[in-house]
């Protein structure tokens, strides 16, 4: 159970505590894309969020890393953002996160993910020791193939609420 346990619960990626990441030797972050950083519907990066953006890369590397096969999709979010990105990175599986690792030679424990799936990308940091953010998603329309995924995360949400280990809605950092 505690590999689906994130390290920081945030409403939404503006709320979450930089400067703490900062101060623990994170260098690098991965963003998930669908949910996180863009909504399911939209193909339109928020100039907000391009701002906010390129304020984080005055102190870290910043990835996207996405199991959307859409390099459309994903090209839309690479040039708003200016930034490299992984596109079908099959996460929880540590392929993608392996290949940010060899290319760009960060160590696990200097690596976040920030994302709106415990079962991708919560649990895919967990399992490398990467430092793992999950956000709320940003709207509940999810892509078709994330319903199966959603289904099983209600399940674990259940089991750590029983546990007393998470709260959905209950933040933390
Ligand atoms: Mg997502």
Redesign the pocket.
């Known amino acids: 159970m505690q590999k689906y346990i994130p390290k920081m619960y945030k409403k939404n990626i503006f709320d979450i505590n930089y400067e703490k990441l900062k101060n623990n030797g994170i260098k690098c972050i991965l963003f998930?894309?669908?949910?996180?950083l863009l909504a399911v519907n939209s193909n339109t990066i928020d100039k907000k969020i391009c701002s906010f953006v390129k304020k984080l890369k005055k102190d870290f590397s910043i990835y996207v890393i996405s199991n959307n096969s859409s390099k459309k999709r994903l090209d839309i979010v690479a040039n708003a953002l200016k930034i490299s990105y992984i596109s079908f990175a099959l996460k929880p599986l540590s392929f993608g996160f392996k290949k940010i690792i060899k290319e760009y030679g960060y160590k696990p424990c200097e690596m976040c993910i920030i994302?709106?799936?415990i079962v991708t990308d919560v649990f895919g940091g967990n399992r490398l020791g990467i430092f793992t953010i999950l956000v709320e998603p940003l709207e509940s329309k999810d892509l078709k193939i994330t319903s199966v995924n959603r289904f099983i995360e209600k399940r674990i949400i259940k089991k750590m609420e029983n546990l007393g280990k998470f709260q959905k809605g209950e933040f933390y950092e």
């Open positions: 998930d894309l669908d949910n996180t994302g709106d799936q």
